[in-house]
């Protein structure tokens, strides 16, 4: 009984938060895509008579121009469109080789959920189109033949908005095409706008939006011109709510940061080409916020933080679409004056370091939207750290969005650099994307002076064990004489209970971070520079853990384990400083 009634209250503290279309929608979607499957709708996969709108095949050609001179790595592109040429895949860091295009198993049950997704995003199309491989067309007809609607992954709304892009690349750049490509990219925009993803909200209803804009305006007719003003509608909202005051994505993950802004610059390249000011008038400023954070909130190596939800593959590289973006907005960020501190208000992140090449990435703000914490990970009051432009303090990274002990795993507290009292997680996750209870940032401040600047944080994550409790974070940079700085974690747990708490603290290092310790301070060397990382008032144990900075990808690398086991207040931290310099100390 008093099982059922924990998982009541956390299936309750789960739903509360979301708005009434999520829960609606979510069954209204499910009655309608089970009754669709039953009746065998629509009835017909390729709609005759469909061709691409010569205004449209203009401007997505040079749409594509673009792209492949900035996106797409010429080398990786031949490699793709080979493989695929063959029938062999690799996602999330699997590989299959089917033999053949026509021996594909679109619904293969040896792979997961998310592999199968990316076999039918086809983003293969752009590695053939790129490298002119004639086993294009082959490709496009064999998933016409083999996926008839409303069946499998093929036919759900998000990989159908992945598909609808690529497929327009082709009918663009390829217009001796069967008929029945196009045909089919009709109903499948059909499809689409009868199935959008209301429930699921963020990045999916964006994308949804973003795939029957383009089907929109390249299909036209009378159903065309309705799916292109409802996108309209759509992205207008969604841009006005997703993009955040200070150019971050509202989901807090920069990889789908990335993703948003990849479909952004398109939408946006594509309304200015064909004169459409209405869409084009929202998306350039939400553009340029989102370009500037993604250019300042990066590591020096040039790629992003792996908070929340995030892996590198995923997105574009943060180099080619930062040259994408200079291309569609005529200009390149801004830059700007390097600063000590630099916080990102309303995202929760900020940037804190003496240097471009040292730094702390540090995640402070709230998980996510109240209704969408799906993405987020235990990760408030985590940071990750480069030194001498390597990084060298990681967040675990994602490796899987399975329902597993995995998933659990990467989106616990132990998997990032913050603090855990008595083996709670700081919000309470569940599922493969579910939060009920979840940690919420309280009093943060920031201070820059002449030789010191710091954010402090505090969040009630833990007040499940006791309503009182709360952890503070404060993140110090140093800087006591010019070319010299240390930085200074100090952590604090309060409450008004007289209990003994067992208060742990963990920091994760790069797997190629070599290290040793001199009785409990930890030296580590990066680019032939030893640092040392001196805790108190209690050592630091040695755990094993792994890093994934790739789905599907598991490093082994070392978890370090501060433990305090006390009455609070309890005060516990680190400092990271030059070998041959003293620790600063935390007064």
Known sequence: ??????????????VRPLRAVQIHGRVAFRLRRRLDETLGRPRRGVEPGVTLLTSAKGALRALWACRRDTLIDPEEAASRAEDAGRGAFTFLGEGEDYGAITSIDWRDPQKSKLWRYHLHYH????????????????????????????????????????????????????????????GSLYVQ?????????????????????????????????????????????LIVREIAEQILPDGGHYERSPMYHALVLEDLLDLLFLAEHLG???????????????????????????????????????????????????????YGPAGGVERPLHPFEASGYAILGPSPHDRLLIDFGEIGPDYLPGHAHCDLASFELSLGGRRVVVDTGT?????????????????????????LDQSEIWGSFRVGARARPRGAFHRVGQTIAFLSVAHDGFARVSRSLRHRRTFCLLTPTPGRFAFLILDRVTGRDAKTHRVESFLHLHPDVSWRFEGTTLHCWVEGKGWCCSPFPVPFSVESSFYAPCFGVRLENTRFCQTLSATLPAVLGYAIHPEGTPPPTAT
């Open 189 to 233: 925009a059909g499809y689409l706008f009868r199935n959008l993803e209301h429930h699921l909200q963020g990045n999916h209803l964006f994308k949804n939006a973003f795939a029957l804009f383009l089907a929109g305006i390249a299909l036209g007719g009378g159903e065309g011109e309705k799916w292109r003003a409802c996108a309209e509608d």
């Open 399 to 423: 490796s899987t969005y399975e329902t597993n002990g995995e998933r659990q795993a990467i989106r616990g507290t132990r998997a990032h650099n913050t603090v855990s009292v008595d083996s």
């Open 276 to 330: 459409m000011g209405r869409i084009a008038g929202k998306a350039r400023p939400a553009v340029r916020k989102m370009v500037e954070f993604l250019d300042r909130f990066r590591h020096p190596d040039g790629e992003i933080p792996l908070f929340n939800d995030a892996a590198f593959g995923m997105a574009p590289p943060t180099q080619r679409l930062l040259h994408f973006a200079q291309k569609v907005l005529g």
């Open 1 to 14: 009984m008093r099982s059922l009634l924990v998982k009541l209250g956390r299936y309750y503290r789960t």
């Open 123 to 182: 983003d293969e199309v752009q590695a053939l189109l790129a490298t002119e491989h004639p086993a294009l067309e082959n490709f496009l007809m064999t998933w016409i033949a083999h996926n008839p609607p409303p069946y499998g992954e093929g036919w759900e709304p998000y990989p159908i908005s992945v598909r609808m892009r690529n497929w327009l690349f082709a009918l663009a750049m390829r217009p001796q095409l069967p008929p029945e490509v196009a």
